[in-house]
């Protein structure tokens, strides 16, 4: 039993050396930690069965053991975005979502409402690729997702789309450039599992 709960411990202290998961909508190829500092985490190519997203009033769902981060949404409108210059517009990054911080480590559920940032093509019916750029205090990592953009698909509610963090802190939002909306406020947070509490589980 005492394994278990060392086994148990071990891996939450593996997790922390870990970066960020995009958890939804689905990302282009499995995880690999490394290649996170690579565009689109190392995958450059989009994949051929897209996820159907909601034109409005969609979230992303990301997981990281960072205490304390940034991240951000860009957007390409490219059939097959594979470069950096795919997601950016007369020389401007095409930024969905602005970058805004959270104190927090945890599992996030963010708004990502496409339609509100009005950029051209993105339309129903339209196959655009979303590139998650995240900053934890050791450079930027990415990791991108593949999406077919629909008006019918019904969005999230605020019941089934939660955050769970490690600690109290509050959230704060960036509202400048595209996107401007609000930030992970307007949903649930819970405390999450602690060490303690994971051993015991065990126990």
């Given at each position: 039993m005492l394994f278990s709960v060392l086994a148990a411990l071990a891996l939450c202290?593996?997790?922390?050396?870990?970066?960020?998961?995009?958890?939804?909508?689905?990302?282009?190829?499995?995880?690999?930690?490394?290649?996170?500092?690579?565009?689109?985490?190392?995958?450059?190519?989009?994949v051929s069965n897209r996820s159907t997203f909601p034109l409005s009033g969609g979230s992303f769902s990301i997981n990281t053991p960072h205490i304390g981060f940034t991240v951000g949404v860009l957007l390409s409108t490219e059939k097959d975005p594979n470069s950096w210059e795919s997601f950016s517009m007369n020389g401007t990054q095409t930024f969905v979502r602005d970058y805004a911080k959270e104190e927090d480590a945890g599992t996030f559920c963010i708004p990502l409402d496409i339609a509100a940032a009005k950029?051209?093509?993105?339309v129903d019916g339209?196959?655009?690729?979303?590139?998650?750029?995240?900053?934890?205090?050791?450079?930027?990592?990415?990791?991108?997702?593949?999406?077919?953009?629909?008006?019918?698909?019904?969005?999230?509610?605020?019941?089934?789309?939660?955050?769970?963090?490690?600690?109290?802190?509050?959230?704060?939002?960036?509202?400048?450039?595209?996107?401007?909306?609000?930030?992970?406020?307007?949903?649930?947070?819970?405390?999450?599992l602690s060490l303690a509490g994971l051993a015991a589980a065990f126990l």
């Open positions: 202290a593996t997790s922390v050396n870990a970066h960020f998961l995009l958890l939804s909508p689905v990302p282009r190829g499995e995880f690999v930690e490394d290649n996170e500092v690579n565009f689109c985490g190392g995958y450059n190519d989009a950029i051209p093509g993105a339209a196959n655009v690729t979303i590139q998650v750029v995240f900053q934890g205090g050791d450079g930027n990592l990415y990791q991108c997702a593949d999406l077919t953009l629909s008006s019918n698909l019904t969005a999230v509610s605020n019941a089934s789309c939660t955050n769970t963090t490690t600690s109290s802190s509050s959230s704060t939002g960036g509202n400048s450039g595209v996107g401007q909306l609000e930030y992970l406020s307007t949903f649930a947070t819970a405390s999450a």
